[in-house]
């Protein structure tokens, strides 16, 4: 069964900084693409970064360039989120999901962990 | 950057209803398109990728078409479960992703 767990969310003031993880079981962890996918409360779904299945290219949000850094271990299948500079507006649930291995759609995701980001 | 458009932002149906959703992308993108069901405080649910196939374990009430720029999600007769929002959603080779803002459907 595929098992994506989100950890390191919490409480951060503005300009501080998160590290995000994402462990991940039940697939082989090497073949596919990785993604964090964020909602703030109430407010629908968006795309923040993505990294190939070997790590070698990673993708940003705009709204994440320069402030946040994906990377992944393939021999501890682990993804990872360091957001630096946060601002009050990332606040919100993070998800890691996977790629379907070839198609690029995402069809697992984890149950997500929030950030909030206040003074 | 593709843009995604969802249209109505809020569908109020009643159970047995034939439920139709719109999404709308700001340029060709072939069939590069998904739809998740999201229920309040869980995950996205993967129901339709490449535009119209049916991810497994989905019923078959649900049913996607479309390509190149205009999409639409069909639930054929809407039941309890089905009340949720739902997203579309943009993804390429390039994993470069683009949700649309989401079409809530709630009981008339």
């Known amino acids: 069964e595929v098992q994506l767990l989100e950890s390191g969310g919490g409480l951060a003031q503005p300009g501080g900084s998160l590290r995000l993880s994402c462990d991940a079981s039940?697939?082989?962890?090497?073949?596919?693409?990785m993604i964090w996918v964020r909602q703030a409360p109430g407010k629908g779904l968006e795309w923040v970064s993505s990294i190939s299945s070997s790590g070698a290219a990673t993708y940003y949000a705009d709204s994440a360039k320069g402030r946040f850094t994906i990377s992944r271990d393939n021999s501890k299948n682990t993804m990872d989120l360091q957001m630096n500079s946060l601002r009050v507006e990332d606040t919100g649930v993070y998800y890691c999901g996977k790629d379907s291995s070839g198609y690029f759609y995402i069809n697992a995701w984890g149950r997500g962990t929030l950030v909030t980001v206040s003074s | 950057d593709t843009q995604m458009t969802q249209s109505p932002s809020t569908l109020s149906a009643s159970v047995g209803d034939r439920v139709t959703i719109s999404c709308r992308a700001s340029q060709f993108i072939a069939h590069w398109l998904a739809w998740y069901q999201q229920k309040p405080g869980k995950a996205p649910k993967l129901l339709i990728y490449q535009a119209s196939n049916l991810e497994d374990g989905v019923p078959s009430r649900f049913s996607g078409s479309g390509s190149g720029t205009d999409f639409t999600l069909t639930i054929s007769s809407l039941q309890p479960d089905d009340f949720a929002t739902y997203y579309c959603?943009?993804?390429?080779?390039?994993?470069?992703?683009?949700f649309g803002q989401g079409t809530k459907v709630d009981l008339k």
């Open positions: 039940g697939f082989t962890f090497n073949l596919h693409a």
């Open positions: 959603q943009y993804y390429n080779s390039h994993l470069f992703y683009a």
